[in-house]
């Protein structure tokens, strides 16, 4: 029995050892990170709300993808931009740090004005202002006859019939498109401006109703007078047009607008081509096929044969940049568009290797337009004829050209096809005023 009392103690040593053991605080746990979020595809300044669904964690870590981060349970978030953002978070515990990840898409927001929309016309181009938030392209659909478009961030739009539209902005991102749409009503607006033009074929002077009605009057006719320049002077109602027709007595005329009082100011030409007017200085400027320019005051007095002179030269083209006193002409024979001070001096070459039939001066943005048949296309240039970019590559001969600056439109004719076209001033959105017409000439517009 004594042996049983020594051993008491120690089997109740083990039992207290194994008892401590039993005891020791167990393992954390893992946390987990999982969350959802109330939308995953979401428009730009959308608020999105996450719901954080993860265990076992005590602090959250976010990153939303776009730089910005939060340490909320439960953070809300918006996206300035269009893109898909992958959301981060990391949940931390005892147990250690875990991370999860969604992605988000964040479409554009497709939005726009209309400039006036009360009171909108057929004359007046519509001006849209573009509120799309993180776009970076746009199309546009003006929804005309034409099906119309513009990718421009703001675009103007002339409709030309009076009605009920349609126009759609369609704005894409990094993160997918977005589309809008607003009904518009252009009421009519009777156009009063009138284009004057040479139909050389059917020997007439004719003018063009610009009221979207095509329709068209005679004149004069001009049967034996027949040419291919057309001014007017606005402030003296006088039309000037330029007549080849009998080699070698070309004649310069003038008369008024109903084509009464008809007289020639400048007779015994070498077959004059294009005109020109200094309404300032009052003088008219023409070329010839002598490879002359020439001028004289408007009543045809004090003439000043040949103040340029390509020697066995064709000049078929003339325009004036009166804001900065020169003057451009086309030569054929060599193939050169030249630009002089208006007295004729200091001639220079500023195309080389082209020809053509017709230039207009674009003072107001420093542009000039010449058709060059070489490569059989219209273009518009900078002064010095550099930059030169592509307006219509029809083919046509054109020899008439103007710009109404109360719209911003360029007017061209296209003699070989019987055209008479507008669009804007760099070429885009060309309407066809008027089709069916034999070998249109010089044009103007009258207000």
């Not at 809300?76 to 990840?101: C, D, E, H, I, Q």
């Not at 739009?157 to 009076?162: A, H």
């Not at 630009?339 to 542009?367: E, F, P, Q």
Request: net charge negative; charged share 20%; aromatic share 10%.
């Amino acid at each position: 029995m004594k042996t049983k009392h020594v051993l008491l103690p120690f089997i109740l040593a083990i039992f207290v050892f194994i008892n401590a053991c039993e005891k020791d605080d167990p393992v954390d746990p893992t946390p987990v990170a999982n969350f959802t979020a109330s939308k995953t595809t979401a428009a730009v300044d959308e608020v999105i709300q996450f719901t954080n669904t993860s265990t076992d964690a005590t602090s959250f870590a976010w990153s939303f993808g776009d730089g910005s981060t939060s340490t909320l349970s439960a953070p809300t978030k918006s996206y300035a931009t269009s893109a898909v953002f992958t959301v981060t978070l990391s949940a931390t515990g005892p147990g250690g740090m875990v991370t999860t990840s969604k992605d988000i898409t964040i479409i554009p927001v497709s939005s726009f004005t209309v400039a006036d929309e009360a009171n909108l016309n057929n004359t007046t181009p519509v001006q849209f202002t573009n509120t799309s938030k993180g776009a970076t392209s746009y199309v546009w659909t003006f929804g005309d006859a034409g099906s119309s478009s513009s990718t421009q961030a703001d675009p103007s739009f002339t409709y030309t019939v009076p009605g009920t539209y349609t126009v759609t902005l369609v704005a894409t991102g990094a993160g997918g498109a977005a589309t809008s749409s607003k009904s518009i009503t252009v009421s009519g607006v009777v156009d009063s401006r009138e284009l004057f033009f040479i139909e050389y074929g059917n020997s007439l002077i004719k003018k063009l109703a610009l009221d979207g009605s095509g329709n068209t009057t005679d004149v004069l006719d001009i049967a034996g007078k027949g040419g291919v320049g057309l001014a007017f002077d606005a402030a003296n109602g006088k039309i000037y047009f330029s007549d080849f027709e009998v080699v070698p007595e070309g004649k310069i005329w003038r008369m008024n607008l109903d084509g009464s009082g008809l007289e020639a100011i400048v007779t015994g030409l070498d077959d004059p081509y294009a005109i020109a007017l200094d309404l300032g200085a009052g003088k008219i400027y023409w070329v010839d096929n002598a490879g002359n320019v020439s001028r004289a005051n408007l009543d045809g007095t004090s003439q000043e044969i040949g103040i340029v002179n390509i020697v066995d030269g064709g000049m078929r083209a003339i325009a004036l940049d009166l804001e900065n006193d020169k003057m451009y002409f086309y030569e054929v024979n060599f193939e050169n568009l030249f630009m002089a001070n208006l007295d004729g001096s200091n001639v220079v070459s500023i195309v080389d290797s082209v020809y053509g039939y017709t230039i207009l001066v674009d003072s107001v943005n420093d542009k000039i337009y010449f058709d060059e048949q070489n490569s059989a296309t219209l273009i518009r240039a900078n002064l010095d004829g550099s930059n030169q970019q592509t307006v219509d590559a029809e083919g046509s001969r054109i020899y008439g050209s103007t710009i109404d600056y109360t719209e911003n439109k360029l007017y061209w004719s296209r003699r070989d096809a019987g055209e008479i076209l507008r669009a804007n001033l760099d070429g885009t959105s060309p309407e066809l005023l008027k089709s069916g017409l034999s070998s249109p000439r010089g044009i103007f517009i009258k207000e």
